[in-house]
């Protein structure tokens, strides 16, 4: 995955409140007592390892390492393992959070975890970040496993780290362990459709509430933010259903077209350009921040956190938006874009599509079979159809936004389950 610098974290909203502050609206609206309330916030297990490792000089750096466990009410916990300089604590919370309410709102048998390790991947050899991804894994020997923790990608981190992961846990276990990961390269283990399954879901879950805002999506205009692996996926699969892509971005700029912009050839290009659309000439340059307020049916912010905050939410004119990155909308802005009559399919929801691939992944690693692309996504979009009507139920039945009745929905499924399998 193509690594951005991000905001520094002082700048964004802390994104542990941010989830918090939905929790506690979703639990309020549910009258969760207090001591599963307290349980649930309260992460299972988060662990710091201090990592030294030779560098290709010679000299030993000491890289810190982190894995947080937030919950495995529900079963085995599952979260991808971040390489980015900004990786700290509260962050890994955070994300560990919400893979608990992203597994348990598309009901697959996981609890959420997350993991990092603060370091610029992008400034180390192979060699380095082989020696970095090894040592981390060994010094959580203790924690993965397929029956107890299962990491993936995520920022700066892909198919190759993951590998080298598998490989190091395999060689503790004295034989291979494939399900110990998800995201493996397809000869590993890796599961047909994986690739573009979170961007599938993104096009399955815009699809479901275009139909219950009775958008014809024939007719209907799309901007997407970030053209990575999630938002070039999900255009293509929009597009191929009849969605018009009138603006794409990433890093390096922002391209408009109101005839819609041909996302083959925006996808070809990025592939024979190094993986960016910079010098793309399939539309006019426009800013990007200018691409979230275009007049549009439906946004897909699918590049990073915080874009929609306090300062832009009340320009928004999309009628409908649809995470693709986590955490996009700073829950500052929940109110404003609520209010603007503006229906958002919420991360926790809409790019499930990924967790749950990685769960079909698991599923053929331990059954020692392989399933073909078609059954892979027959599967995952059954999964997220349903999903969406669970939490479309909920946001009718208590009259609240669609992110807090995905709370809701994820909330009381592990509240359940933990009081079925009772404490201590
Ligand atoms: P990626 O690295 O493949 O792509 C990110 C894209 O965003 C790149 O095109 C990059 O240039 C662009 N970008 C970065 N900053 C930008 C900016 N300021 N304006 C416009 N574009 C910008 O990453 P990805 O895997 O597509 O992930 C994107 C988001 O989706 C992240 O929030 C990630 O956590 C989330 N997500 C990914 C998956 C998955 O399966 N890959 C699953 C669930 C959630």
Redo the contacts with the bound molecule.
């Keep these: 995955?193509?690594?951005?610098e991000p905001a520094p974290i002082k700048d964004r909203e802390n994104p542990f409140e941010s989830m918090m502050s939905r929790f506690d609206i979703a639990a309020q609206k549910l009258g969760l007592d207090q001591e599963t309330y307290e349980v649930l916030k309260s992460p299972t297990k988060q662990v710091i390892v201090s990592l030294p490792i030779t560098m290709d000089d010679g000299s030993k750096r000491v890289f810190e390492g982190y894995r947080v466990i937030h919950s495995n009410t529900l079963g085995p916990s599952k979260g991808?393992v971040r390489f980015a300089p900004d990786v700290h604590l509260d962050e890994v919370k955070a994300l560990a959070a919400w893979m608990t309410w992203k597994c348990a709102v598309v009901d697959i048998p996981y609890g959420g975890a997350k993991g990092g390790i603060k370091c610029k991947p992008w400034t180390m050899s192979t060699g380095e970040l082989e020696r970095l991804t090894r040592a981390y894994t060994v010094s959580m020997y203790e924690i993965f496993g397929p029956d107890t923790d299962i990491p993936a990608?995520?920022?700066g981190t892909g198919p190759r780290e993951m590998a080298w992961l598998m490989d190091e846990y395999s060689k503790a276990n004295g034989k291979t362990v494939s399900a110990v990961v998800t995201g493996k390269p397809l000869v590993l283990g890796g599961s047909l459709g994986r690739v573009e399954?979170?961007g599938r879901g993104v096009m399955v879950s815009a699809l479901v509430a275009m139909e219950k805002l009775k958008i014809n999506p024939a007719h209907a205009t799309c901007a997407v933010?970030?053209?990575?692996?999630?938002?070039?996926n999900a255009a293509s699969l929009l597009e191929e259903r009849g969605v018009k892509v009138v603006a794409i971005?990433?890093?390096?700029g922002?391209y408009y077209d109101a005839k819609g912009i041909d996302i083959r050839s925006a996808i070809a290009y990025k592939e024979s350009n190094n993986?960016?659309?910079e010098g793309f000439t399939g539309g006019e340059i426009i800013n990007?921040a200018d691409?979230l307020e275009l007049d549009i049916d439906l946004l897909v912010p699918?590049?990073?956190?915080d874009?929609i905050t306090l300062a832009n939410a009340d320009n928004i004119k999309a009628k409908l938006i649809v995470e693709?990155?986590?955490?996009?909308m700073g829950a500052k802005a929940d109110p404003v874009i609520f209010e603007k009559g503006i229906t958002v399919v919420p991360?926790i929801l809409a790019?499930?599509?990924?967790?749950t691939v990685s769960y079909f992944e698991w599923v053929q690693n331990r059954l020692g079979y392989k399933w073909t692309r078609e059954r892979v996504n027959r599967r995952s979009d059954r999964i997220m159809k349903e999903a969406f009507e669970r939490v479309y139920k909920v946001a009718q039945k208590y009259d609240v936004s669609l992110r807090i009745a995905a709370y809701m929905v994820a909330i009381s499924k592990v509240a359940d389950t933990y009081k079925l399998r009772g404490g201590y």
């Excluded at 693709?324 to 996009?328: E, M, R």
């Excluded at 790019?351 to 967790?355: I, K, L, P, T, Y």
């Design positions: 995955m193509a690594y951005i991808g990608p995520d920022m399954a979170t933010q970030g053209f990575g692996n999630v938002g070039s971005s990433d890093h390096t922002a993986n960016t659309l990007n691409l699918a590049a990073k956190e874009v693709g990155a986590n955490g996009p991360d790019n499930a599509g990924g967790v």
